[in-house]
């Protein structure tokens, strides 16, 4: 399985659903996290966890998969934020799967429309959106943007991703959200977790 997340814009949560859904995949068999983006998000992750433990699968950039693929059975490949539809069209041809992650908002929600016209024109069905830092209720922003999305016709995910601090601390220590000291880390596991059952189907 070769699961990749992408956007228009960044901040949406890319990074922390490909160390998330790397860390599902790896309970299934060996995985590898490619960082495809300059900034190195994922690689700065996984070198800050070190200390802690570090993470239980390999974070490497695009010019050190090819050596580290052997053996490899699932990959999640972190993209950077980017418009270009040459790019686009690369990532969607590289891939079994393309999360588009996004916040609730409607500059997310705007890039995500984009997005989404730039995958029709690929001529692309695999792909899914995923509603991310979704506050509780009684705020509504997450299930409006549901319903809008649900009404324009985009694939959506069943399950959503909360808002949670401990996800912040997690980026920051270097682990997986599981391994936070937090009241809400493990509920924050779980919504991941039951991304990775809707794409690996149980
Ligand atoms: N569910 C969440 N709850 C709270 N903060 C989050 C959540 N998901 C991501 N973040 C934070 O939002 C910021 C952007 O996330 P990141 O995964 O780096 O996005 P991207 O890769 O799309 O730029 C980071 O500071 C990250 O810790
Ligand atoms: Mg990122």
Excluded at 67 to 83: C, L, P
Excluded at 84 to 109: A, H, N, W, Y
Excluded at 118 to 138: D, G
Aim: glycine letters at 8%; one cysteine or more; proline letters at 3%.
């Amino acid at each position: 399985m070769i699961i990749t997340t992408a956007s228009l814009k960044g901040g949406v949560a890319k990074t922390t659903t490909a160390i998330h859904l790397a860390a599902f995949l790896q309970l299934k068999g060996e995985t590898l996290l490619i960082d495809g983006d300059t900034n190195r998000s994922a690689t700065r992750w996984a070198e800050r966890g070190l200390e802690n433990g570090g993470l239980p699968f390999k974070v490497v950039g695009v010019n050190q998969a090819a050596k580290y693929s052997r053996g490899i059975e699932h990959f999640v490949i972190d993209t950077e934020a980017s418009a270009e539809e040459e790019e686009m069209k690369e990532i969607v041809d590289g891939c079994d799967f393309l999360i588009l992650p996004t916040t609730p908002d409607s500059l997310s929600l705007d890039a995500l429309i984009q997005t989404v016209e730039l995958l029709k024109s690929l001529k692309t069905e695999k792909y899914c959106v995923l509603l991310t830092r979704i506050h509780p209720s009684p705020r509504r922003e997450g299930e409006e943007a549901r319903e809008f999305l649900e009404q324009s016709g985009f694939p959506i995910f069943k399950g959503k991703i909360r808002e949670a601090v401990a996800f912040q601390k997690a980026a920051n220590q270097g682990i997986l959200v599981e391994q936070v000291k937090d009241s809400k880390a493990k509920l924050a596991w779980k919504d991941y977790f039951e991304i990775g059952k809707e794409i690996c189907g149980g």
